[in-house]
């Protein structure tokens, strides 16, 4: 009851911000990001855009990688309008497919910028089954496995960076409290999505994907420190806001739902308030492997903290990528954790 009255009037939390911080406050003391080269994903929309906008003006050169380049034109014109200094690089990415993840790569590294931060924040809420060209249901494809293949191929370009301009890395993958909807086992269920069509729930496919970007935050966190990188990961939750994510429920129940929370509903500037946090707060330096609601550290579902969870989805993870789902679920049995 108590946290719900702190969050209806925005009260600061230990960081000094709360659920009423927008990103441009919580950016006013982070500095001159112009020595920062950042990677945004899904930044053609909602928090993403307000997320590159408010990096940009700070002085940031951001790369924009989108499913649709005009999309991200019309993005990088209304950043440049407002910010005629901004250095915005648009780039083709399509996250549910690891060909399209492993090309825009390719293009980044040939284009030879150094990079501090990534923010993985592209997402998907998908309404009906489907299944990406590598065999994954699209929402967990998009939102959890493109990610987890991008983060790992610019991990050495974001060591790299960090170590040559003494600059700590930073990732920040955008999770949702929704993570903590997500109940039973977690392979088991992916592997059902992905195999079948019948009793598809959306939400909980959802909540599946949200709760593996926090498995991916704990486990590269726990393999970042083993590898004594100055490079930290952490998740967040932007709170509940409208915007297109949720494009494939439109009508009047999502209407009516919207409505009835509206006093719990953030505006986009809030909404990007944590990402902008994590990504540049000093007073974040050498934190790894947190989770964040409302600019403040909080705690995951008891499920989020599981470590042996998190390792065998990463080992999942790797199986699919290099040998496919079907093998990766038969693989990951008869292996211990
Ligand atoms: N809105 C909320 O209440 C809420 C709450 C908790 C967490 N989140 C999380 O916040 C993040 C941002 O969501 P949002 O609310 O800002 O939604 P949004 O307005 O729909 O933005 C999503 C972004 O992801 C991009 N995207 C989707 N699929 C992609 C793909 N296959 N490849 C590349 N980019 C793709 C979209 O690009 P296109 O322009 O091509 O569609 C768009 O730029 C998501 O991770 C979401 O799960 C949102």
Redo the contacts with the bound molecule.
Sequence with gaps: MLETIKYLIGSAGPSGFGSKSTAEQVTETCGDLRSITAII?????????ETARVLAKRGARVIL????MK?AEETRGRIVTECPEAEIIVMA????SVNSVTNFVTRFHSIGFPLNLLIN?????AEEHAISEDGVEMTFA??YL?HFVLTKMLMKKMVETAKETGIEGRIVN?????HGWFTGDVISYLAHICRNKSEYDATRAYALS?LANVFHTNELARRLKEMDANVTVNCV?????????T?EREGFLTDLVFFLASKLLKTIPQ?AATTCYVATHPRLVNVSGKYFADCNETSTSKLGSNITEASRLWAVSELMISKGPKAAFDLINNLEF
């Design positions: 994903t899904g930044g053609t929309s909602g928090i993403g855009a990688p989108a499913r649709s999309n990415l399509d996250l549910s924040n592209a997402g998907k809420f998009t939102n493109g955008v999770s949702s409290a929704i949200k939750h932007p709170g509940v806001v409208r915007t297109r994510l494009r909404a």
